[in-house]
C-alpha cells in the first residue's frame, strides 16, 4: 500500500493500544487498568440530562463551526472564574476533544523546519502532531529533582530564530507535576521576548490536590500569542463525549474555526447543550471526584514507595503517579510488559511518553482504592520473585 511519507511520521498514543491488549487478556486472567488516562466515574447525572432533552429538542443537526454561541458564553464565563482573566466568547472555538485544538494550533502556525518546544516525558501527541506537520520536535526535559517541573530557564536558552511555538502542560500528564506562579512567568517573558507562541495545555485545570490553579493566562502580555487548551473530559468524567475547546486571540480563533470546517464541520451539537450544564450547573461531584483521586494518590505513591528498586514523587496534580523503577535493574518497557502478561497489572513504560521517560513507569490510579492495593501487591510479587 502506498501512502504518503507524512504518515511514517505519524505516532500514537499508546494507552490505547496497551488497553486493547488488557482487554484481550481479561480472557484468561483477572487485569487491573491502570493504563488509560480517563476517570473511572460517570459523567454526573445532571449533564446526562441535559444531553436527553437537548436531543429531545433537535439539537441532532449542524451547528457553527466554531461552536455554539451559548457554550461559548459559558466556556468564557467559566474560564474567567477559574483563570481570573476576561474572556470574550469570540476568542472561544469548541472541538471534538482536546487533541484537534492541538493539531489546528501546530497546523495554522508550524511550518517546515519550525522549531517547537514542548516537555518530555510529556502527552505523546504533542511530538507525533509537531513531527507530522514538519516542524523540529525541541524536547525540553522534565526532571525528577525538580518534581517534573519544566525549567523554564532551560526553556529560554533552547530558543533559536526558528523558534515557533512552546507547549506547556500543567498539572501535567504523566508526571502529575505543577508549574507555579514564577515558572509561568518566566516562561511568558521568553515568549514575549522572542515573540513565540504558547499552547498551554490545562485540561486537568480542575484536578489539583494542593494550592489553587495557576494559569499563564494571569499575565496580560502573553494574551496576543496564547492558545489555551482545555476540556470537559477530565474535569466533568466526560471522555467519550469527545467536547474540548480552546481560548484564543479572535484572529486566531477564526482561523483553528476554519481548519474545523475542513476537518469536522462542527462538534455535536446536543453534546454542546449537555457541555453548557456542566459548566453551568452543581459541581460537588466534581469536588467528590477529585477527593477521592487525592485519597486514591496516597495510597499508590505509599505503596510504591515500599517496593524495592521503586521511587515515587508525590503528583501535584492529574491522576498519574509516575515512579521510578531504575532500582530494580529491570528496562522499564519489560517491566511495563511483564506487569501486564504475569500479573494482569496494565501500566505504562515511561518511554511512551517520550526519550527522556526512561526508567520509569505510569500508573494511572483512576481507579478504585480495592483495585490498586491489588495492583501493589501484585507488582510487589513480580519484584520479589525477579
Known amino acids: 500500500m502506498r501512502l ?48 436527553k432533552k437537548a436531543l429531545d429538542e433537535g439539537y441532532t443537526h449542524y451547528g457553527p463551526s466554531a461552536g455554539l454561541p451559548e457554550l461559548r458564553a459559558a466556556v468564557a464565563k467559566y474560564s474567567e472564574r477559574l483563570r481570573g482573566v476576561h474572556v470574550n466568547p469570540d476568542q472561544v472555538v469548541i472541538t471534538p476533544g482536546g487533541k484537534p485544538v492541538m493539531a489546528f494550533a501546530i497546523m495554522a502556525m508550524v511550518e517546515e523546519g519550525d522549531e517547537v518546544i514542548y516537555p518530555n516525558p510529556g502527552f505523546p501527541i504533542y511530538e507525533s502532531l509537531i513531527n507530522y506537520m514538519e516542524g523540529t520536535p525541541v524536547p525540553v526535559r522534565l526532571r525528577e529533582e525538580r518534581d517534573f517541573r519544566l525549567d523554564a530557564e532551560e ?24 508549574l ?28 489539583l490536590y494542593e494550592g489553587k490553579f495557576e494559569s499563564i493566562s494571569q499575565f496580560p502580555e502573553i494574551h496576543e500569542r496564547l492558545i489555551i487548551l482545555d476540556g470537559f473530559s477530565k474535569t466533568f468524567a466526560m471522555t467519550g463525549w469527545r467536547v474540548g475547546y480552546g481560548i484564543m486571540p479572535v484572529q486566531m480563533a477564526e482561523k483553528l474555526a476554519r481548519i474545523q470546517t475542513n476537518m469536522n464541520s462542527c462538534t455535536s451539537t446536543f453534546s454542546q447543550r449537555a457541555c453548557i450544564d456542566a459548566l453551568t450547573g452543581p459541581h460537588d461531584e466534581v469536588d467528590r471526584m477529585v477527593a477521592e483521586f487525592r485519597k486514591r494518590r ?81 507488582i510487589k510479587e513480580l519484584i520479589s520473585s525477579s
Open 298 to 378: 496516597d495510597v499508590i505513591v505509599k505503596g510504591l514507595a515500599e517496593i524495592p528498586g521503586f521511587r515515587c514523587k508525590l503528583p501535584f496534580g492529574a491522576f498519574y503517579a509516575f515512579p521510578n523503577v531504575e532500582g530494580t535493574g529491570i528496562d522499564c518497557e519489560v517491566l511495563a510488559h511483564r506487569l501486564l502478561e504475569e500479573k494482569g497489572v496494565a501500566c505504562l513504560a515511561g518511554t511512551c511518553f517520550g526519550k527522556y521517560g526512561d526508567g520509569f513507569l505510569r500508573f494511572s490510579y483512576a481507579n478504585s482504592v480495592k483495585n490498586i492495593a491489588k495492583a501493589l501487591e501484585r
Open 155 to 178: 526553556i529560554a536558552s533552547m530558543v533559536s530564530p526558528r523558534t515557533k511555538l512552546i507547549i506547556i502542560n500543567s498539572p501535567q500528564n504523566p508526571t502529575g507535576g505543577v
Open 180 to 207: 507555579t506562579r514564577e515558572d509561568l512567568r518566566l516562561i511568558a517573558e521568553t515568549a514575549v521576548k522572542h515573540n513565540i507562541w504558547v499552547l498551554a495545555d490545562e485540561i486537568y485545570s480542575e484536578i
Open 4 to 51: 504518503a511519507d507524512r504518515m511514517s511520521r505519524l505516532g500514537t498514543e499508546t494507552a490505547f493500544d496497551c488497553l486493547c491488549r488488557a482487554k484481550a487478556l481479561e480472557c484468561k486472567m483477572d487485569v487491573v487498568h491502570l493504563e488509560i488516562g480517563e476517570p473511572d466515574f460517570d459523567t454526573p447525572g445532571h449533564i446526562r440530562e441535559a444531553a
